[in-house]
């Protein structure tokens, strides 16, 4: 469309007209722009779209899809784990002798830094940003994980960094949180409003059933809060529809007709 729109700007501005006719009146009309229609894109992937067209996120932030998810699973916010209050010794050049506490972080890879054998991350979840320690024998195992923008969740001690006025911490773990979401999901509740139409609810059923069937075999029990006309109910599926809650699948669901909420209950909560 804005090829076709420059092109038409430059024709005028140049006053051209069909090489056949004497006058404009004769210059045949511009055939109409067909445009391609499109699905609506996913959250996430505007958001890769935006970072790479503009260098940044304009439309919100990707750890927002996992914010609701994350605080199940880890410590806190970046807000909340950084706002702990630091040990009597810290900026006094005192020791780091004090006792250690042991944290679960989720973000994303907002920085990677390498200084000899350590590797350093800055994560960022839009509340706050964290430092995280990498040594050299951990590195190897999860180098598949070190890419910005990457949404990881990392498990492993707090300590009070005296030249970065804050708390970082040393990572024991590291790994992608679908992963970690998947791992320990144990109840899926989908939020669906029923369609007027008898036809389109049909529809609606059996798309739902598509989408669930090829993550069967999983440990995630499914339940659907059906919603019709104003009273809701929640249905829960037999043992044989429990799922894998893969980030296919959560996307899949999220993009059904009528879908308004998707929630998730974990076996572990922190």
């Given at each position: 469309?804005l090829?076709?729109?420059?092109?038409?700007?430059?024709?005028?501005?140049?006053?051209?007209?069909?090489?056949f006719?004497?006058?404009?009146?004769?210059?045949?009309?511009?055939?109409?722009?067909?445009?391609?229609?499109?699905?609506?894109?996913?959250?996430?992937d505007?958001?890769?779209?935006?970072?790479?067209?503009?260098?940044?996120?304009?439309?919100?932030?990707?750890?927002?899809?996992?914010?609701?998810?994350?605080?199940?699973?880890?410590s806190?916010?970046?807000?909340?784990?950084?706002?702990?209050?630091?040990?009597?010794?810290?900026?006094?050049?005192?020791?780091?002798?004090?006792?250690?506490?042991?944290?679960?972080?989720?973000?994303?890879?907002?920085?990677?830094?390498r200084?000899?054998?350590?590797?350093?991350?800055?994560?960022?979840?839009?509340?706050?940003?964290?430092?995280?320690?990498?040594?050299?024998?951990?590195?190897?195992?999860?180098?598949?994980?070190?890419?910005?923008?990457?949404?990881?969740?990392?498990?492993?001690?707090?300590?009070?960094?005296?030249?970065?006025?804050?708390?970082?911490?040393?990572?024991?773990?590291?790994?992608?949180?679908?992963?970690?979401?998947?791992?320990?999901?144990?109840?899926?509740?989908?939020?669906?409003?029923?369609?007027?139409?008898?036809?389109?609810?049909?529809?609606?059923l059996?798309?739902?059933?598509?989408?669930?069937?090829?993550h069967?075999?999983g440990?995630?029990?499914?339940?659907?809060?059906?919603?019709?006309?104003?009273?809701?109910?929640?249905?829960?599926?037999?043992?044989?529809?429990?799922?894998?809650?893969?980030?296919?699948?959560?996307?899949?669901?999220?993009?059904?007709?009528?879908?308004?909420?998707?929630?998730?209950?974990?076996?572990?909560?922190?």
């Amino acid at each position: 469309a804005l090829a076709q729109a420059e092109q038409d700007a430059r024709a005028r501005d140049a006053g051209q007209t069909d090489l056949f006719a004497l006058d404009n009146s004769s210059t045949p009309a511009a055939p109409p722009l067909t445009i391609a229609e499109h699905p609506e894109w996913q959250h996430g992937d505007r958001l890769r779209a935006e970072k790479e067209a503009l260098g940044l996120y304009l439309s919100g932030h990707p750890f927002e899809a996992y914010r609701d998810m994350a605080q199940h699973i880890t410590s806190g916010s970046l807000a909340d784990v950084t706002s702990i209050k630091p040990p009597p010794e810290a900026g006094n050049g005192g020791s780091f002798a004090q006792p250690r506490r042991n944290a679960t972080v989720a973000g994303l890879i907002f920085d990677i830094r390498r200084r000899g054998n350590r590797t350093t991350l800055t994560l960022d979840d839009d509340t706050g940003r964290i430092e995280i320690q990498l040594y050299a024998e951990m590195v190897d195992a999860v180098r598949h994980l070190l890419v910005k923008d990457a949404v990881v969740i990392a498990s492993g001690q707090l300590r009070w960094d005296n030249f970065l006025n804050g708390w970082s911490l040393s990572a024991r773990s590291l790994r992608d949180i679908d992963h970690v979401i998947e791992e320990q999901a144990r109840r899926l509740v989908l939020t669906l409003e029923k369609s007027d139409d008898d036809a389109e609810a049909m529809l609606q059923l059996r798309a739902l059933k598509e989408a669930l069937e090829p993550h069967l075999g999983g440990a995630c029990e499914v339940a659907v809060e059906y919603c019709v006309g104003g009273k809701t109910a929640q249905l829960a599926f037999g043992e044989r529809w429990r799922v894998r809650a893969s980030r296919d699948l959560r996307q899949a669901l999220a993009a059904l007709p009528g879908a308004a909420a998707l929630r998730l209950a974990f076996s572990t909560e922190h």
